[in-house]
Nanobody, 118 residues
Framework: QVQFVESGGGLVQPGGSLRLSCAAS????????MSWYRQAPGKERELVAA????????NYADSVKGRFTISRDNAKNTVYLQMNSLKPDDTAVYYCNAGWGKATFRSWGQGTQVTVSS
């Protein structure tokens, strides 16, 4: 059974940083690209960042380029999202899934809430 468990969210002031983690299970993690997504209230879920299985290539939404960094540890079946210079527009629930852009699996985790506010 495919599972994703996201963590690391919280309340942070504009300009602050957070590091999100996503522990994956139920599939061969090291064989899949991994992506982070987010969904703000009243908006559709959108792609934030993607990373290939070997960490050789990345892709970022224009809105987060230069501020967010995606990485992974295949030994721990975990993908990370380092978020710096956070803005109020980054406020959303953040999710991970396998795939390069389009999510591979239908199942999603509970997500982790990120709130950027002064």
């Amino acid at each position: 059974q495919v599972q994703f468990v996201e963590s690391g969210g919280g309340l942070v002031q504009p300009g602050g940083s957070l590091r999100l983690s996503c522990a994956a299970s139920g599939f061969t993690f090291s064989s899949y690209s991994m992506s982070w997504y987010r969904q703000a209230p009243g908006k559709e879920r959108e792609l934030v960042a993607a990373l290939t299985s070997s960490s050789g290539s990345t892709n970022y939404a224009d809105s987060v380029k230069g501020r967010f960094t995606i990485s992974r540890d295949n030994a721990k079946n975990t993908v990370y999202l380092q978020m710096n210079s956070l803005k109020p527009d980054d406020t959303a629930v953040y999710y991970c899934n396998a795939g390069w852009g389009k999510a591979t699996f239908r199942s999603w985790g509970q997500g982790t809430q990120v709130t950027v506010s002064s």
